[in-house]
Structures are given as C-alpha cells and as structure tokens.
C-alpha cells in the first residue's frame, strides 16, 4: 500500500534532477515532472536548502516527515 507523501512518491517526482540541487531545483523539476501540489509542499517543507544527490532528499525527508 502506498502511503500518501513517501519517500517513494517523492522520489519519482524528481527523476532526473542534476545533483547538487537545491530546494527550487527540485521544486522546478518536480514540477516539470508533472507532481501535484502536495509533493511541491513536501519539498518546501525539506529542513534542508541544499542536496548533493537524492540520499540527502531521502535524508531530508525523513527527518521532516
């Protein structure tokens, strides 16, 4: 069962983001990628502005979520 907001989710949402990224780079390519606003939100709530490859996403996110 997939859980709304994973990591997973999240994951797929940034595919082919050039690393280092930051936060509006993932939000620009998320976005690109075509992820509703709720995966957007996840992103702007990453504690972190700045990722050098999707491990510091993944981190971020699960320190926020």
Do not use: C, Q, W
Request: charged share 25%; no cysteine.
């Amino acid at each position: 069962m997939a859980i709304k907001g994973s990591a997973a989710e999240l994951e797929k949402y940034l595919k082919g983001v050039d690393y280092p990224a930051s936060k509006s780079d993932l939000i620009s390519k998320a976005r690109s990628n075509g992820a509703p606003s709720e995966v957007i939100d996840m992103i702007n709530s990453l504690m972190e502005d700045h990722f050098n490859s999707p491990v510091d996403v993944a981190k971020a996110f699960g320190e926020t979520h």
